[in-house]
């Protein structure tokens, strides 16, 4: 049963999904990097929010890792590039909390407009300072989205509906999306230029890390309010309190830090600031949300296969894996007999299908080739990473679909690229969903892809197999199946044999059989 661990507060209905469903479940919450490191090892799923900080050294302990969980968005806590190296899936809950971030947004916006926190502890303290508390109107203010993805939208259709104009920064946002939206798509400076109020909703990137930095501030309008409910890393916090301090800036709310728990920080006591402890996302709805769509998505990875809003793999619905998954035996196969024979003379693969396999998700199937052919590199390649490190080693990839049946009802063929020209294979699927190589090189064949097995090339004239059958059984090497096929029309041109065998063939052996004459070629072959 496979093993999850909840390392982060989390709604409790997250761990009955994984019961469930299928899996343990532990939850321990608080914990240090240390005392994490020590006991990741023993789990295939990691459920976090964003306080687990899921680094290299974590990620080197978790030697049985297959899944982390992010019940959130932001998954700029958890080390992608070495999750997808070491084949580790890593999945978010893209939507569950995107009204609730952007509901906090807009009350951040009213707060930093009438200066509640201030008016309410001022009051509270018996002041009563009416005159100090002058605010500002939202009608027809503009707003500055720095980001206008899901919780950029949301935000942005609000403030229209609170009579503000909107404009958009956003290099992926579509004229046609800007126009559906009602709001109006511009260029960084322009923004700047331009909003009374700026709010931030981009991911935290290398790109938007520090977009708001000091020359940006510089150029925002005298008086501005700025609202951060993204990432502490997109503000640079000094300059941001040097622009309050200066008045240039009139207010800032911001809902993250670029250090957190900030439970000290260089911008706090600044006044025009209001500050909360990452509650974007922190509402009874949203959590429900995001813990039982986690859990529903990792427990589905974890007991049947299905991949959903994975960031580093193709997703694959439980409906969907079923269909798929002898699809993914015969590609793996296919790709492992390629990496196999053809090594690291690979410099790019293409990957067609035809007939009922033209009708599926062609992404998974591409991932299960590439995570054969890589094997011949890498032992811990799997459908995660092999694409990434596919891409590492610079090979072309390419996928195909013919939509036209062939001589098979269905049909997968791997062709590759080498400096030798292109050589490729090709499988199919029996009747009982048996996958069954069909073609070797130009050479037809039938053969399963299992355990053990023997390639040969050779001239075909008379007295080879007898010769062959001979050295093997002197050898003491028993052959299971033999699949024999000509390369050329005519006899006397080259044949391939593809041996099934019971036991792996050492290299005395395979010398002896280079030795037969008429040999030309001699590769044993394992499967998984
Ligand atoms: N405070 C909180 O508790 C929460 C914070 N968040 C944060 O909000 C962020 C945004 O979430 P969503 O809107 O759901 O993500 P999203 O992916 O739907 O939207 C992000 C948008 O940023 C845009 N973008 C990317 N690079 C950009 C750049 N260099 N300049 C301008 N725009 C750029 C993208 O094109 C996209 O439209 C998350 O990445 C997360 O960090 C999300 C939920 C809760
Ligand atoms: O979903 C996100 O990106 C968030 O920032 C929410 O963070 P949290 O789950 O509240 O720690």
Redesign the pocket.
């Known amino acids: 049963m496979p093993k999850v661990l909840i390392s ?1 507060k989390m709604n409790p209905k997250a761990a009955d999904i994984f019961r469930d469903n299928g899996c343990e479940v532990d939850v321990i919450t608080g914990q240090t990097p240390e005392e994490l490191k020590e006991i990741i090892g023993n789990y295939d799923g990691l459920a976090v ?3 687990t900080k899921v680094t290299p050294e974590i990620l080197e302990a978790a030697t049985n890792l297959k899944v982390i969980g ?6 700029d806590n958890i080390d992608i590039p070495t999750a997808s190296t070491k084949g580790v899936v890593v999945m ?2 893209p939507f ?2 995107s009204i609730t ?1 952007a509901e906090h947004a807009i009350a951040m916006m009213f707060a930093l407009a009438r200066q509640l926190p201030q008016a309410d502890a001022s009051t509270q303290e018996g002041k009563w300072e009416k005159s100090k508390f002058m605010g500002v109107e939202l009608t027809s203010k503009t707003l500055g989205l720095i980001g206008a993805g899901n919780i950029g939208s949301i935000v942005a259709e609000r403030a229209l509906g609170l009579k503000m104009k909107v404009i958009a920064y956003d290099p992926f946002l579509t004229p046609e999306r800007a126009v559906e939206l009602g709001i109006e798509k511009v260029t960084l400076d322009e923004l700047l230029e331009r909003a009374d109020f700026i709010t931030l909703h981009t991911p935290l990137t290398d790109q938007t890390r520090g977009i708001l930095n000091a020359e940006a501030l510089a150029k925002t309008k005298k008086g501005v309010r700025i609202i951060n409910c ?2 502490g890393g997109l503000i640079d916090e000094a300059a941001l309190k040097e622009a309050l301090e200066s008045g240039h800036v009139a207010g800032a709310a911001l809902d ?1 830090f670029a250090e957190e728990p900030a439970k000290e920080n260089p911008l706090f006591g600044t006044e025009g600031l209001i500050c909360t402890p ?5 509402t009874s709805e949203a ?1 429900v949300n ?1 813990a039982l769509q986690v859990a529903e998505q990792m427990a589905d990875y974890l007991v049947k296969g299905g991949v959903t809003n994975a960031l580093n793999m193709p997703s694959l619905s439980a409906e969907q894996a079923p269909k798929l998954k002898p699809y993914m035996e015969l590609a793996t196969g296919l790709g492992t007999l390629a990496g196999q024979l053809l090594g690291d003379k690979v410099q790019g693969v293409s990957i067609e299908v035809e007939g009922a396999a033209a009708e599926l998700d062609q992404k998974p199937i591409t991932a299960a080739v590439l995570s054969g052919l890589m094997r011949a590199y890498s032992s811990t390649v799997n459908m995660v990473n092999a694409p990434f490190l596919a891409k590492d080693r610079g090979l072309d990839v390419r996928e195909v679909r013919h939509d036209r049946e062939g001589d098979y009802h269905t049909l997968v063929r791997v062709s590759v690229t080498t400096d030798e020209g292109v050589k490729s294979v090709a499988g199919t699927l029996f009747g009982n969903g048996r996958p069954r190589l069909v073609e070797i090189f130009g050479v037809t064949v039938e053969a399963d892809l299992t355990g053990d097995m023997l390639y040969i090339v050779n001239r075909d004239e008379p007295g080879f197999i007898g010769r062959l059958g001979t050295t093997l059984g002197e050898a003491n090497v028993n052959i299971g199946t033999f699949h024999l096929g000509r390369r050329d029309a005519a006899p006397g041109g080259d044949a391939a044999l593809l041996l099934s065998i019971d036991n792996r063939v050492e290299e005395p052996v395979l010398w002896n059989v280079c030795q037969i004459p008429g040999v030309k070629e001699v590769k044993a072959l394992s499967f998984g």
Do not use: Y
């Open positions: 982060d929010r964003s306080a992010r019940a959130g968005i932001g998954v978010n809950t569950g909390n971030t993204a990432r993250v990452h509650l974007g996302a922190s959590q995001v």
